[in-house]
Protein backbone atom coordinates (compact mmCIF):
# COMPACT_ATOMS: atom_id res chain seq x y z
CA UNK A 1 0.00 0.00 0.00
CA UNK A 2 2.63 2.73 0.92
CA UNK A 3 4.53 2.04 -2.26
CA UNK A 4 2.36 4.07 -3.96
CA UNK A 5 3.76 7.21 -2.17
CA UNK A 6 5.82 9.41 -4.66
CA UNK A 7 9.27 10.94 -2.96
CA UNK A 8 11.21 13.49 -4.79
CA UNK A 9 15.09 13.20 -2.76
CA UNK A 10 17.25 16.68 -3.32
CA UNK A 11 20.11 16.66 -2.19
CA UNK A 12 23.55 17.99 -4.54
CA UNK A 13 25.47 15.15 -2.94
CA UNK A 14 25.45 12.17 -5.53
CA UNK A 15 26.71 9.97 -2.69
CA UNK A 16 23.63 10.77 -0.45
CA UNK A 17 20.87 10.47 -3.02
CA UNK A 18 22.37 6.89 -4.23
CA UNK A 19 22.33 6.38 0.18
CA UNK A 20 18.54 7.78 0.45
CA UNK A 21 16.97 6.19 -2.82
CA UNK A 22 18.61 2.54 -1.75
CA UNK A 23 17.63 2.88 1.49
CA UNK A 24 13.82 3.84 0.51
CA UNK A 25 13.92 1.34 -1.84
CA UNK A 26 14.59 -1.53 0.36
CA UNK A 27 11.76 0.14 2.46
CA UNK A 28 9.41 -0.70 -0.43
CA UNK A 29 8.84 2.96 -1.67
CA UNK A 30 9.56 2.77 -5.39
CA UNK A 31 8.27 5.73 -6.74
CA UNK A 32 11.51 7.80 -5.91
CA UNK A 33 12.93 11.09 -7.59
CA UNK A 34 16.27 12.25 -7.20
CA UNK A 35 17.34 15.48 -7.99
CA UNK A 36 20.34 17.12 -7.01
CA UNK A 37 20.00 20.56 -8.62
CA UNK A 38 16.91 22.53 -7.00
CA UNK A 39 15.49 24.24 -9.83
CA UNK A 40 15.39 20.46 -11.91
CA UNK A 41 13.43 19.93 -8.06
CA UNK A 42 11.36 22.70 -8.75
CA UNK A 43 10.41 21.56 -11.97
CA UNK A 44 9.48 18.37 -10.80
CA UNK A 45 7.25 19.40 -8.42
CA UNK A 46 4.02 20.11 -10.91
CA UNK A 47 5.14 17.06 -13.33
CA UNK A 48 5.94 14.07 -10.85
CA UNK A 49 3.36 15.63 -7.84
CA UNK A 50 5.20 14.56 -4.89
CA UNK A 51 3.84 13.23 -1.82
CA UNK A 52 6.75 13.57 0.40
CA UNK A 53 9.78 15.58 -0.43
CA UNK A 54 13.01 15.37 1.18
CA UNK A 55 15.07 18.14 0.92
CA UNK A 56 19.18 19.24 2.02
CA UNK A 57 18.68 22.64 3.32
CA UNK A 58 22.95 23.29 2.13
CA UNK A 59 23.16 23.49 -1.49
CA UNK A 60 24.90 25.33 -4.00
CA UNK A 61 23.00 27.99 -6.35
CA UNK A 62 19.75 27.40 -4.83
CA UNK A 63 19.87 26.19 -0.85
CA UNK A 64 16.53 24.46 0.89
CA UNK A 65 15.13 27.34 2.28
CA UNK A 66 15.19 29.33 -0.66
CA UNK A 67 13.80 26.31 -2.56
CA UNK A 68 11.07 25.53 -0.13
CA UNK A 69 9.97 28.95 -0.46
CA UNK A 70 9.58 28.85 -3.71
CA UNK A 71 7.64 25.64 -3.31
CA UNK A 72 5.50 26.84 -1.24
CA UNK A 73 4.68 29.60 -3.68
CA UNK A 74 4.21 26.65 -6.19
CA UNK A 75 1.75 25.87 -3.98
CA UNK A 76 3.67 22.73 -2.81
CA UNK A 77 1.15 20.85 -0.36
CA UNK A 78 2.59 17.18 0.46
CA UNK A 79 4.53 16.66 3.43
CA UNK A 80 8.15 17.94 3.47
CA UNK A 81 11.46 16.36 5.59
CA UNK A 82 14.35 18.42 5.98
CA UNK A 83 17.82 17.16 6.17
CA UNK A 84 21.31 18.74 7.05
CA UNK A 85 24.78 18.14 8.21
CA UNK A 86 24.57 21.59 9.89
CA UNK A 87 23.63 22.19 13.94
CA UNK A 88 20.46 21.05 14.98
CA UNK A 89 19.77 25.10 16.07
CA UNK A 90 20.12 25.74 12.15
CA UNK A 91 18.02 23.05 11.39
CA UNK A 92 15.24 24.32 14.33
CA UNK A 93 15.59 27.50 12.40
CA UNK A 94 14.77 26.29 8.88
CA UNK A 95 12.01 23.94 10.04
CA UNK A 96 10.22 26.95 12.05
CA UNK A 97 10.87 29.08 8.47
CA UNK A 98 9.10 26.69 6.31
CA UNK A 99 6.26 26.38 8.71
CA UNK A 100 5.87 30.15 8.23
CA UNK A 101 5.14 29.37 4.77
CA UNK A 102 2.88 27.21 5.31
CA UNK A 103 4.68 23.75 4.53
CA UNK A 104 3.35 20.32 6.38
CA UNK A 105 7.22 19.70 7.83
CA UNK A 106 7.36 16.31 9.14
CA UNK A 107 10.81 16.46 11.27
CA UNK A 108 14.16 18.43 10.42
CA UNK A 109 17.37 15.46 10.48
CA UNK A 110 20.78 15.31 10.93
CA UNK A 111 22.37 13.57 7.69
CA UNK A 112 22.51 10.35 7.15
CA UNK A 113 18.71 10.28 9.03
CA UNK A 114 18.56 6.82 10.84
CA UNK A 115 16.30 4.31 9.08
CA UNK A 116 13.57 3.91 11.91
CA UNK A 117 13.32 8.07 11.68
CA UNK A 118 12.83 7.49 8.18
CA UNK A 119 10.18 4.89 8.69
CA UNK A 120 8.06 6.85 10.98
CA UNK A 121 8.13 10.64 8.66
CA UNK A 122 6.91 7.53 5.96
CA UNK A 123 3.99 6.31 7.57
CA UNK A 124 2.79 9.86 8.55
CA UNK A 125 3.62 10.95 5.34
CA UNK A 126 1.36 8.42 3.86
CA UNK A 127 -1.25 9.41 6.43
CA UNK A 128 -1.23 13.33 5.77
CA UNK A 129 -1.55 11.87 1.97
CA UNK A 130 -4.78 10.01 2.59
CA UNK A 131 -6.25 12.91 4.82
CA UNK A 132 -5.63 15.25 2.24
CA UNK A 133 -7.11 12.58 -0.47
CA UNK A 134 -10.63 12.41 1.55
CA UNK A 135 -13.28 14.62 0.77
CA UNK A 136 -14.02 16.98 3.77
CA UNK A 137 -16.61 15.80 6.17
CA UNK A 138 -19.11 18.67 6.31
CA UNK A 139 -19.15 19.38 2.16
CA UNK A 140 -17.07 22.89 3.48
CA UNK A 141 -14.62 24.48 1.84
CA UNK A 142 -10.71 23.70 2.31
Request: contains cysteine; glycine residues 8%.
Amino acid sequence: MTTALRILLLDDDPFMLELMTDMLQGMGYENVRAESDARRALAALPEFGPDLLICDLSMPDMDGIEFLRAAAEAHFDGSVVLLSGMDSGILRAAETLAMAQGLSILGACSKPVPRTDLADMLARAWQQREARARPPAHGGVK
